[in-house]
């Protein structure tokens, strides 16, 4: 589905990728490393917000580079962003429609994207009428997700979406995380991989811009780098 092949990406003249290559089927696939190792510029590469300066990211087959963002978008890729990126003095309900703004025209379509984010999150239908930044983080977390999911996407980015939460959240978002599995495609960038690690069928560890290990869940829980580095074991 997705392919991300050697692609190598600047910062004006600084370069911050090497040859990353990560593939995506219909799995759950974790993206794994340290604040500054690249996983967000790599999901910035794939969503259209920087160009690679040598390389190939194609989904479904289609080359992803020529294409703005929104056209991505339009291409069944959705991201929930780090900062959630909601709209604060917007409610429950209106940020969740946004969700299907350039995606979903038909109405009983939206009412069925809105039904199943309702069942994957039941807490936002109590809270429909509520401001989004009256949210907890969790509940905001919970929302960012659905409005991402309402665009009906093939494939879901995660950027950090533990980030801010404490312990017992982070536990009940991943195994929200776990009920999306077979239903579409996930792509989750993390550094908690201790929790994540058992959401995922695959995983990458990148560093300093270089994908460093590759495996699958059990693969990489038992990796004696990866257990001394993110597991402290």
């Known amino acids: ?113 809105m039904e199943f984010v309702f069942g994957l999150f039941p807490l936002l239908k109590s809270r429909l009428n509520q401001l989004a930044g009256t949210l907890s983080g969790g509940e905001q977390r919970m929302l960012a997700i659905g409005r991402a999911l309402m665009a009906d996407p093939k494939l879901l980015i995660l950027d950090e979406p533990s980030s801010g939460l404490q312990p017992s959240l982070v536990s009940e978002l991943l195994h929200r995380l776990k009920d999306l599995k077979g239903q579409l495609s996930i792509l989750l960038v993390e550094q908690n991989v201790r929790q994540s690690l058992k959401a995922i069928d695959r995983g990458y560890v990148i560093e300093n811009g270089r994908v460093v290990l590759e495996g699958d869940g059990d693969g990489l829980s038992r990796d004696d780098r990866v257990r001394e580095s993110y597991l402290g074991l």
């Not at 990126?85 to 069925?112: C, H, Q, T």
């Open 1 to 113: 589905m997705l392919q991300v092949k050697g692609i190598n990406c600047y910062y004006g003249r600084l370069r911050v990728m090497w040859d990353v290559s990560i593939e995506v089927g219909k799995e759950s696939v974790g993206l794994f490393g340290p604040n500054g190792a690249g996983k967000t510029t790599l999901v910035n590469a794939i969503v259209g917000l920087i160009k690679p300066a040598t390389g190939e990211i194609s989904f479904d087959g289609k080359s992803l580079l020529p294409l703005a963002p929104h056209q991505i978008t339009r291409e069944g890729i959705s991201v929930v962003p780090q900062e959630r990126e909601l709209f604060p003095g917007m409610s429950v309900l209106g940020n969740l429609a946004l969700g299907a703004a350039y995606i979903l025209k038909d109405r009983n379509r939206i009412s069925e994207r």
